[in-house]
């Protein structure tokens, strides 16, 4: 069975994701901030601490994935998110690339586009897409998981 790994603070996009690739029988390490506050029971799931303080860290977190999805909510107005996003988000795709991950799979907000996308074209180490939170955002990432379509592209509604 193939495992894969989701990171995000545990919001609205997080729990979406996750649950369409549960759905999908796929076994999944959900690594969030606060594990103490997911509280699921499958099978298939195993929940980790995101351990952020190091890109170091965040690459051994990775280290055996090939696929890793980043949710982010599309709440621009959550403080703590965009701090989060802003401080964290290039060096986990250093880690991610430096962990060994193959496919990269950003899901946020149609208004952040620009800024994740832009640090993913500066790179051609690591196969990604961005997919917006609009629609049905959710299957597709699962999609992308199960039989990637996209290389290096941006996926909106």
């Known amino acids: 069975m193939k495992e ?12 979406d994701v996750l649950s369409a690739l549960l759905h999908r029988g796929l076994s999944v390490n959900a690594f969030i901030k606060n594990p103490e506050h ?7 799931l195993t929940i980790s601490r995101l351990e952020i303080d190091t890109k170091d ?3 051994d977190s990775f280290e055996g994935y090939h ?7 599309d709440d621009q107005t959550d403080h703590d998110a965009n701090s989060f996003v802003l401080d964290r988000y290039d060096e986990m795709v250093n ?3 430096e962990a060994g991950v193959n496919r990269l799979v950003v ?6 586009e620009a800024f994740f996308v ?16 609009e629609g049905d955002y959710a299957t597709r990432a699962a999609d992308e998981v199960i039989a990637p379509h996209f290389h290096h592209e941006v996926y909106t509604e």
């Open 57 to 59: 860290a965040l690459k």
């Open 38 to 44: 997911l509280m699921l029971n499958y099978e298939n």
């Open 95 to 97: 880690a991610a690339r």
């Open 67 to 73: 696929d890793v999805i980043f949710t982010f909510d």
């Open 107 to 112: 899901v946020g907000s149609p208004q952040a």
């Open 4 to 15: 894969v790994a989701i990171t995000g603070l545990g919001g609205q996009v997080f729990a």
């Open 118 to 133: 832009g640090d993913l074209r500066r790179r051609n180490d690591i196969d990604w897409v961005f997919i917006s939170t």
